[in-house]
């Protein structure tokens, strides 16, 4: 049997049957020694040839060896003969049908245990009122031995089911949390993935696209200059390495803000890298609201995969970023002034490449702080992204 929690139980009651076995074997042996009669002999080999009977079953029936069940039947049999020979021999036997009671529940079922319960308890009767007369005791005793019977027998079993039940629970149980760890495992490494992505495509992609515009203006601006062609090599190099960006995944550490935060990242972002590319980009951002600095991270990234955005696609001159922190939510804001464009088309349309990438990748990190992404563009008037997010402020 599996080790339960209610195996210490079971393990009692079966060694408490043994012992009440082996009990009533020994009070019919000195009730043969000390009342010796002409069956006295027969009563004592018969009971030895009973315990054995008995002893080898228990042996035989322990989970190690697991007997099969036609072998247990007709080791039931055999003490069952054997107990009602040993009775037509001497009264006393009538007490070792107790422990039979519960090896018949056992061996035989609820139904056919019950019906074997109540024909030995009919036997037990019968032989009590031929060896010593018809009494009330020869009658209630064996009636209320085999009521005990049946509850401490059928209890047993409700028991064991129980017990079989938690079994088949907890190992369900630990199967369901192992499948939910491997699935919460899969779901962290694909979180991570789309992160590194997002972190490539706002930072290293974006840094290279600006490197190769930078370096292709500068070839373009006077092509007969000494040393142009490290420039045309520069450029190259650039855009192999951006293209490389765009296919790997690494792990990137996200830059430390500056100790003017949020506010202060992006005003040094719009006035040196943004303007060089031809960018007004005007920053609404209190340096006293003290964010979370994953919170502030994220916003950061946001706003340079918008403004990227917004330079390569938009043709804009001037772009807003603003935020906004109230009570009930936060909402940072990028505004443009450029051509815009429809975005239920650029959703449906969305292959994965590059160009359509950083609204997804946005949107994806908008999700997992909780918060909502709203994109109010069309074509000709310019684009408003807008980031709405709970509260969260640190003291």
Do not use: C
């Amino acid at each position: 049997m599996t080790a339960t929690p209610l195996t210490p139980v079971f393990v009692g009651l079966r060694a408490g049957l043994h012992a009440l076995f082996v009990a009533l074997i020994v009070l019919v042996v000195a009730r043969a020694l000390l009342a010796p009669t002409d069956n006295s002999g027969a009563v004592i080999v018969l009971s030895l040839i009973l315990a054995a009977t008995y002893g080898i079953g228990a042996f035989l029936a322990r989970p190690a060896r697991r007997a099969g069940r036609t072998w247990r039947l007709v080791w039931l049999a055999a003490l069952t003969i054997e107990w009602a020979v040993l009775l037509w021999l001497i009264p006393e036997a009538a007490y070792l049908v107790f422990p039979l009671f519960f090896l018949y529940l056992h061996l035989l079922g609820r139904w056919w245990g019950s019906v074997a319960i109540l024909i030995s308890t009919l036997v037990a009767i019968t032989a009590l009122g031929i060896h010593d007369g018809w009494t009330v005791g020869g009658v209630v005793g064996p009636l209320v031995g085999a009521g005990v019977a049946l509850l401490i027998g059928l209890g047993y079993q409700a028991l064991a089911r129980e017990a079989a039940q938690r079994e088949r629970l907890m190992s369900e149980l630990l199967e369901t949390r192992g499948q939910l760890a491997a699935t919460e495992h899969e779901s962290g490494v694909l979180a991570e993935r789309a992160r590194l992505a997002r972190e490539i495509h706002d930072t290293l992609a974006q840094g290279l696209s600006s490197i190769q515009m930078l370096l292709y203006a500068a070839e373009r601006a006077d092509p007969d200059r000494p040393g142009v062609e490290h420039i045309r090599l520069a450029r190259e190099t650039a855009a192999a390495n951006l293209a490389d960006a765009r296919r790997f995944i690494q792990e990137l550490t996200p830059p430390e803000l500056d100790d003017h935060g949020l506010g202060g990242a992006l005003r040094r972002l719009a006035e040196s890298q943004w303007s060089a590319q031809g960018l007004d980009v005007s920053v609404r951002v209190s340096d006293t609201v003290a964010l979370p600095m994953h919170l502030q991270t994220a916003l950061l990234r946001i706003a340079q995969g918008a403004i990227a955005n917004v330079i390569q696609h938009a043709h804009a001159t001037t772009a807003a970023i603003s935020l906004e922190v109230d009570h009930d939510e936060l909402r940072f804001t990028i505004v443009d002034d450029g051509t815009g464009f429809d975005p239920l088309a650029a959703t449906a349309s969305r292959t994965g490449k590059s160009d359509s990438f950083g609204l997804q990748a946005t949107r994806e990190r908008v999700q997992q702080l909780g918060g909502t992404l709203t994109v109010d563009s069309a074509p000709g008037r310019g684009t408003a992204l807008a980031v709405t997010l709970d509260p969260v402020v640190e003291p």
